[in-house]
Structure formats: C-alpha cells, structure tokens
C-alpha cells in the first residue's frame, strides 16, 4: 500500500511516495481507510531527521501524520465499539516508522478513534484530532474554572484557535493574540480580549489584565518571553519543551498529546463540540498526496492559517 515518507531525512524534497507492506488491525485496533491526512508542525521533524536518534530503531520509510480520517475497514479482535465497518471516523495517530498518517491504510488503538462530525467531510474532520486533543490536555492540565482568565497565544494557528474556542466553551474569559490581518479571525472564534502579537505581548496581556492572567496556552512558542503575563502562582502549558526558567510560582505543565491518544470520551465531545458549532474546523487547502512536499514548503514558510489536509 502506498504511504508518504522518507528514506533518507532532508527538506520537503525528501518526501517521497512510498511502499509499505498492507496492515491489519491488531487486537484492541482498527484499521482506517484514509482519505485524509492533515500536514503539522511536528510533521516536519519526523521528515527533517530532528527526530533520527528515536527512529533508528526502525527501518526505513518513516511516515509522518498525526491526524487522519477516512472509512473503518477492519476491526480487531476484542474491540467492542458502536463503529461498523464502513463508517467515516477520524483518529489521531502515534507515529511510529511507517505507521502514521500519510498513508493509505493506518492502524489505530480503537480508543484513537470517533466518528466524522455530522455535516462535514472526511478533510474537515481530519482537523480536528491531534490539535484538539491538545487544546484539550493544555486545558485540563492548567485547571482553570469557569470566570478564570486564560491567555493564548499563537490563537491563530489551529493549536490556539481550539484552546480559545474550548476555553470558551468551559467557560473561561480569553485573552488572545493576533495580528492586525488575524484579529477579526480570533474575535470570531471568541477571544474577550485581543491583544497584538508580537515580542512585547506579554506586556500587552499584563495591560489588559493587569492582575494577570491565571494561565496561558503558549501555541506560539514564546516560553519564558511570556511568563510576565501570568499572576502569582498561575499556570503555564508548553506544548514544545519549556526554554527557560520559571519565576513566582507559576507551574509549567508539559502537553504531549499522546498521553490522551485513547482518550476516547474525549475526543467524542470534541466531535460533538464541532456539531453544535462550538468548535470550529478550519481547512487551509486540501491538497493531493502527491504534492505532500508542496505541503511542508507552505507549512514552514508560516502564515498558513487553518490546516493543510493531504488527499488520497
Ligand atoms: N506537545 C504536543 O503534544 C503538541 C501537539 C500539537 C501541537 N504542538 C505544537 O504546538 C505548536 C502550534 O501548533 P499549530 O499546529 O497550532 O501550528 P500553527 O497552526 O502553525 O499555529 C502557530 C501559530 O503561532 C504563530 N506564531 C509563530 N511564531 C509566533 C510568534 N513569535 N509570535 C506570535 N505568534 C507566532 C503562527 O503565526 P505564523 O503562521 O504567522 O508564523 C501561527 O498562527 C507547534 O509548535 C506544534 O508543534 C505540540
């Protein structure tokens, strides 16, 4: 079966049409008939070789794609689900050599598994795994209760846009950044407060907030930069490893979205969250597999807004 990776790291150009032997769906797993995979940041390092020392124990091609959705097609032995074969879901995927996402047919845990929101396509759902479980976790993780302010920056990206819209939905006040072209973009997606992003934001919360902010989702990667915006004693989600140190208590909490990858409860009310409009599915272009080193040239030049989606 035909799958997207690499044999030898390098740019987009390492890219390549591969082919990986069929795969069957283990016991506790199904098998997805992909339709479509989306293209993210940590796409890039499985590609580039940031991530070669932890890959040499496999063999070559390694495929990358966290998120996928497609047709169920098999289901292993022992799996008790509401799923038939047949079904459009959406799954987020560990990566592990060439089992990811770029790929025809991909092998899940059935817990990484749930049905395709009502209304929307197979590139649409395909959005919403991997980000909005990590929304998900950088929320449960800072703990805050409704009434609390969270701050989020890169609110643009589909990271920041899920925490704002989940944070919303918890009930919390946000506070976002933006730039000037992206401020009408994360007003509807609710942010209360827009500040302008930029080296200074912190400074710009703290103005708008002035007794701090109680957490902040960093989506734009700012680390340490942005600890200014926090109160005394609040919280901090990193979503790549934290640089730097922390100051006045604030707690920095590590989101690895693979600690919820079966964590299915969860990843069914965010289908049902894009249902009833909460949740908003954003698609930069979707774009056939062919083209997946096109992909990663947009992606890492920045800019993109919504996800990129590679189509079988
Ligand atoms: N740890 C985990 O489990 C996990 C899971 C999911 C995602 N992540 C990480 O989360 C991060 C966000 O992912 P994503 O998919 O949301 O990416 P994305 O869609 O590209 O969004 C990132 C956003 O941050 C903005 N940005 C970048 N640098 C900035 C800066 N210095 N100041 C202000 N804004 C800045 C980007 O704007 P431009 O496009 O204009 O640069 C973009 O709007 C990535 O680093 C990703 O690897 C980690």
């Known amino acids: 079966m035909r799958a997207v990776g690499v ?51 496999w063999a070559p091609p390694y495929v990358p794609g966290m998120d996928v959705a497609g047709v169920l097609d098999e289901i292993g032995e022992g799996v008790s689900t509401d799923l038939a074969i047949g079904d459009h879901v959406m799954a987020i995927v560990i990566p592990a050599a060439s089992n990811g996402g770029y790929a025809e047919q991909v092998v899940v845990p059935a817990e990484s598994v749930a049905r395709v929101p009502a209304g929307f396509d197979d590139v649409a ?33 589909c990271f920041g846009g899920y925490t704002v819209q989940l944070a919303k939905a918890d009930g919390l006040r946000v ?3 933006a730039s000037e ?25 703290r103005a708008a907030v002035p007794a701090g902010v109680d957490g902040l989702a960093d989506g734009s990667i700012q680390n340490d930069a942005l600890l200014g915006a926090i109160r005394d004693g609040g919280g901090f989600a990193a979503v790549r490893p934290f640089q ?22 969860k990843l069914d009310r965010l289908r049902q969250l894009v249902e009833e409009g ?6 930069a272009k979707a774009i056939p597999v062919e083209q997946a080193a096109e992909a990663h040239r947009v992606l890492e030049k920045g800019g993109t807004r919504g996800r990129l989606v590679l189509t079988w």
Not at 181 to 205: F, N, P, Y
């Open 181 to 205: 072209a992206d401020e009408e973009l994360v007003r509807t997606l609710g942010a209360d407060l827009v500040v302008r992003r930029g080296d200074d934001v912190a400074r710009r919360i």
């Open 244 to 265: 730097g140190e922390t100051e006045r208590g604030i707690t920095i909490h590590n989101v690895w979205v693979r600690s919820y990858a079966r964590e299915q409860a």
């Open 125 to 157: 759902a395909s959005t919403l795994p991997m980000n909005g479980l990590t929304a998900r976790l950088a929320l449960d993780l800072l703990g805050l209760t409704a009434g609390q302010t969270l701050a989020v920056t890169g609110a643009a990206g």
């Open 175 to 177: 506070v976002a950044d």
């Open 7 to 57: 044999v030898e790291f390098g740019g987009p150009e390492a890219l390549r049409i591969v082919d990986v032997p069929e795969r069957h769906a283990g016991p506790g797993e199904v098998r997805i008939r992909s339709a479509a995979a989306t293209v993210s940041p940590t796409d890039t390092f499985t590609r580039n070789g940031d991530r070669a020392k932890w890959l040499s124990k």
């Open 278 to 283: 909460a949740v908003t599915l954003r698609v």
